[in-house]
């Protein structure tokens, strides 16, 4: 192994551990947090497991977190990305797929295919493995993206284009990088290798200084849900005139009840810039996305006419529709998560027992 290759990859690895271990014992850690750390760790184990040397039976191990980093990446740009979000069962259960699927093409089939003596069922093999990496990396992606209209944490949407469309764009470079080399039979080439090397420091040396807060207002407020935007904040003379704006203008005209209304519309609406209006609500009403902000109004009004009794015959799917829900599934959904229950349930248990006939 070249010596530059061997220095970068232990300082690589140096850099990581520091910064997975920084991450788990920050006071705040969250989910998101520790999903970066294993993610880091799984880093560490590719630099490792790639480099041209024996490792003995750790390469087991070492192999499994090494397959798992795209998984891994994926949940941690769910946790970062999405409020309130758990890893579930069918999280877990495509991570496992990806990890067998990725020790079968580690350490069976794609050896063959890299030494050229595969058959059709092991290109096969690989190309569904690599495959599945992208997969995996593109669903992370969408995930930075999806919430970017909404959200309103004005940090986590400049880290939602940097560090993941960074993250991800590198990563598929990297798989197409291999995808070619299984296609043509060959290795990457050593200046390929050190140049990925070399952008592996930079980026866990960038994410390590920001950690240490080796500037103020850093991705790590992000990661750890404490960024300063999401506390209540003094206003300036714009910002209360505004605020006061808001609050009348939704409450007496039910704004919230318009479907599909962006926070762009409401800022029109309102005669105000979308940038403006966004801090407002995040700053001084404590919300880090636009649709929890709708749906505390709509969740509210739900509440008072589900146990009206002038409306104790009207469909949960009117009350939802007249709501600004284009039906009744996200409806039930929002409900459920703030209330732990449904809309029918909650009109059930809020209503009086019928009389009975000897009454």
């Known amino acids: 192994m070249p010596m530059i290759d061997l220095v970068l990859r ?15 014992l920050l006071p705040r850690a969250g989910l998101a947090a520790r999903l970066g750390a294993l993610f880091c760790a799984s880093v560490i184990a590719f630099v490792v497991t790639s480099a041209p040397v024996r490792l003995g039976a750790i390469v087991y191990p070492l192999t499994a977190l090494c397959v798992a980093k795209s998984a891994l990446f994926w949940l941690f740009a769910k946790a970062l990305f999405r409020d309130g979000f758990r890893v579930r069962r069918e999280h877990a259960v495509a991570t496992v797929v990806l990890v067998l699927l990725g020790l079968w093409h580690e350490l069976d089939f794609g050896r063959d295919v890299r030494a050229g003596v595969g058959g059709p069922f092991a290109l096969v093999g690989s190309l569904a493995y690599e495959g599945l990496v992208l997969a995996f990396v593109l669903a992370a992606v969408h995930e930075a993206w999806r919430g970017l209209a909404t959200d309103l944490v004005e940090k986590r949407r400049r880290f939602r284009v940097g560090l993941v469309a960074g993250v991800a764009a590198y990563l598929a470079i990297v798989v197409t990088v291999q995808l070619s080399n299984l296609a043509l039979g060959t290795h990457t080439a050593p200046p390929l290798v050190l140049a990925n090397l070399g952008l592996m420091l930079a980026a866990g040396f960038a994410a390590t200084l920001s950690l240490l807060q080796v500037r103020r207002g850093t991705w790590i407020d992000v990661v750890c849900g404490s960024d300063v935007e999401a506390a209540v904040a003094t206003a300036s003379a714009e910002e209360q005139v505004l605020l006061g704006t808001l609050t009348q203008r939704m409450g007496a005209e039910a704004l919230y009840r318009r479907e599909g209304l962006t926070i762009g519309a409401l800022a029109r609406i309102l005669g105000t810039q979308e940038y403006l209006l966004r801090r407002v609500i995040n700053r001084h009403l404590g919300y880090r996305n636009f649709n929890d902000f709708l749906h505390s109004y709509r969740i509210r009004e739900a509440c008072t006419r589900l146990r009206s009794q002038a409306e104790a015959g009207r469909p949960v799917l009117s009350i939802a529709l007249d ?11 929002a409900f459920k998560a703030r209330l732990g229950m449904t809309p029918t349930e909650f009109r059930r248990e809020g209503m009086p027992e019928p009389a009975s006939a000897s009454d």
């Open 10 to 24: 232990t300082a690589i690895s140096l850099e990581l551990a520091v910064l997975a271990g920084l991450l788990t």
């Open 323 to 333: 709501l600004g829900y284009n039906s009744i599934g996200p409806f039930n959904r």
